[in-house]
C-alpha cells in the first residue's frame, strides 16, 4: 500500500510524462517544423548526446550563478535587515530598491560590460542585482511583521535591542527568508543567462546563442532543459533545508490534495 505522499509524487509525475507526450504526439500530427518547435525526443536525444560538450558550459553557468547568488544573498539579508529595523532605512532605502528592481537587466549588462570588460564578472553581478530585491523584500516583511508581543516579553525581562533581533525577529523571518531564496535562486540563473547571450564566451547562454544563430533550435532546447533542470535541484535543495530549519511553519500537505 502506498502512501498518500507517494501516490501524490507518482500523480505529479505521470501528469509531467503525458505533458511531454501529448507535445511530442502534436509535432508529429501537425508536422511542426523541428525549426519552429523540436520534439522532446530530439530535444533529450541531443542533451545526451551533446552532453561532453555542454557539461564545461553547465559547470560555467552553475558556478557563476552560485557566486551572485550568494553574494546577493549576504548583501539582500543585511539590506533587508537595515530596511526591517528601522522606520527611516524603510522610508530612504525601499523606494530606491524598488526603482533599482524596475530596471530591465539587459539594460544594465552593457554598463557592467564597460566597466569590467566582457567574461564572467559581469553575468555575476547580472546575477546578484537580480536575485536580491526579493531576498530583500521577505526579510524586511519577515522583521515588520513579528508579533510585537514577543519583543515586549523580552523588554520586559530586560533585552537589549539587538537580543530581540537575534532571538525573535530573526528566528520569526526564517520561513520568509527560505521563500525568498526558492525564487531567487531561479533568478539569479535568469540574470546568468542574460550576461552570457550578451557579453560572454562560455556558458549555456553562449551555447544557446550559437545555436539559434545556427538554426541548431533542439540544442537551443537543449539549454534551456539544462537550465531548468539545475533550477529544480537548487529550488528542491533550500526546500529540504527549509523543512529543517523552518518546518514549524509549513502548513499541513493535505490542503494541496484532493
Avoid at 20 to 44: D, K
Avoid at 107 to 136: D, E, R
Wanted: charged content about 10%.
Amino acid at each position: 500500500m502506498l502512501s498518500p505522499q507517494i501516490r501524490e509524487n507518482l500523480k505529479s509525475a505521470s501528469f509531467i510524462v503525458l505533458m511531454f507526450v501529448a507535445w511530442e504526439v502534436a509535432c508529429i500530427v501537425f508536422h511542426i517544423s523541428p525549426i519552429v518547435l523540436p520534439r522532446p525526443s530530439a530535444i533529450f536525444s541531443t542533451l545526451f548526446t551533446q552532453m561532453p560538450a555542454l557539461w564545461p558550459h553547465i559547470l560555467q553557468t552553475l558556478a557563476t550563478t552560485m557566486v551572485g547568488f550568494a553574494l546577493g544573498m549576504v548583501i539582500g539579508v543585511a539590506l533587508g535587515v537595515f530596511v526591517g529595523v528601522s522606520r527611516t532605512a524603510y522610508k530612504t532605502a525601499y523606494p530606491l530598491l524598488v526603482g533599482f528592481s524596475s530596471i530591465p537587466k539587459v539594460a544594465v549588462v552593457p554598463i557592467f560590460v564597460l566597466w569590467f570588460g566582457s567574461g564572467t564578472v559581469p553575468a555575476v553581478l547580472t546575477a546578484l542585482t537580480t536575485c536580491i530585491f526579493p531576498i530583500v523584500v521577505n526579510v524586511a516583511t519577515g522583521l515588520a511583521t513579528t508579533e510585537p508581543e514577543m519583543e515586549d516579553v523580552l523588554k520586559a525581562l530586560g533585552a537589549s535591542r539587538m537580543q530581540v533581533l537575534w532571538n525573535v525577529s530573526l528566528p520569526r523571518t526564517m520561513p520568509y527568508f527560505f521563500a525568498s531564496l526558492k525564487v531567487a535562486v531561479t533568478l539569479a540563473f535568469v540574470g546568468t543567462v542574460l550576461s552570457e547571450t550578451v557579453a560572454s564566451n562560455f556558458g549555456i547562454g553562449t551555447v544557446m546563442m550559437m545555436a539559434t544563430s545556427s538554426f541548431d533550435v533542439p540544442l537551443a532546447f537543449a539549454g534551456l532543459f539544462a537550465l531548468a533542470f539545475l533550477g529544480i535541484a537548487l529550488y528542491s535543495v533550500f526546500a529540504i533545508i527549509e523543512q529543517r530549519v523552518c518546518g514549524w511553519a509549513n502548513r499541513k500537505q493535505e490542503f494541496a490534495m484532493g
